[in-house]
């Protein structure tokens, strides 16, 4: 059974670091590209960037690009989005998800979603 | 890259049929027939419901179907339930440099 299962929720203070957690299981991790997805409280989706884990290629979208960095362990399976110096504003849901392939081919789909990880940032 | 737009509600009653629009530019959803559908109930993860345009994953209910006509790609939810209470998102590949973009979102009411 394909799963992705996200690290548990986190409360920081303005300025603080973060990495949180996306561990793929039930499939070749290294095989499929993972995205991020920011969701604001009350808003809708928004895609922020995308890694293979295979050989680390990662995007970023350009709303995004330079405030959050994407990376993955393929040794552990897992996949990260972490931030150096978080604002108030990036208080959201973060959603991992698998985009999907059909026979070895990438498709620009997400099929699979990690559970969502709440990140609130408050002083 | 913006947002594609979609309305922001959309009700019907149970057994009647409702369409969801979702418009981008010919540099998305126009140029790609890769657009793909997600719903959302509240609290939980989105679920895939169409990918390339009219495609449904195993397990979704042919009640859901799509389609798209230039630049703006639909959604059709027939014989609505109140199940289908959800928000609801359309997808789109924007180009190999920022291959996503996500629509505006759609929150579906069943009366």
């Known amino acids: 059974e394909v799963q992705l299962v996200q690290s548990g929720a986190e409360v920081k203070k303005p300025g603080e670091s973060l990495k949180i957690s996306c561990k793929g299981s039930g499939y070749s991790f290294t095989s499929y590209w993972i995205g991020w997805v920011r969701q604001m409280p009350g808003k809708g989706l928004e895609w922020m960037g995308i890694i293979y884990p295979g050989d680390s290629d990662t995007r970023y979208s350009p709303s995004f690009q330079g405030q959050v960095t994407i990376s993955a362990d393929k040794s552990i399976s897992t996949a990260y989005l972490q931030w150096s110096s978080l604002k108030a504003s990036d208080t959201a849901m973060y959603y991992c998800?698998?985009?999907?392939?059909?026979?070895?081919?990438?498709?620009?789909?997400?099929?699979?979603w990690g559970q969502g990880t709440l990140v609130t940032v408050s002083s | 890259q913006s947002a594609l737009t979609q309305p922001a509600s959309v009700s019907g009653s149970p057994g009647q049929s409702i369409t969801i629009s979702c418009t981008g530019t010919?540099?998305?959803?126009?140029?790609?027939?890769?657009v793909s559908w997600y719903q959302q109930h509240p609290g939980k993860a989105p679920k895939l419901m169409i990918y390339?345009?009219?495609k449904r994953p195993s397990g979704v209910s042919n009640r859901f179907s799509g389609s798209k006509s230039g630049n703006t790609a639909s959604l059709t939810i027939s014989g609505l339930q109140a199940e289908d209470e959800a928000d609801y998102y359309c997808?789109?590949?924007?180009?190999?440099?920022?291959?996503?973009?996500f629509g505006t979102g759609t929150k579906v009411t069943v009366l």
């Open positions: 390339e345009v009219s």
């Open positions: 997808c789109s590949y924007a180009g190999s440099s920022t291959p996503h973009v």
């Open positions: 010919s540099s998305d959803v126009g140029s790609y027939n890769l």
């Open positions: 998800a698998r985009r999907g392939q059909y026979y070895g081919e990438s498709r620009y789909y997400f099929d699979y």
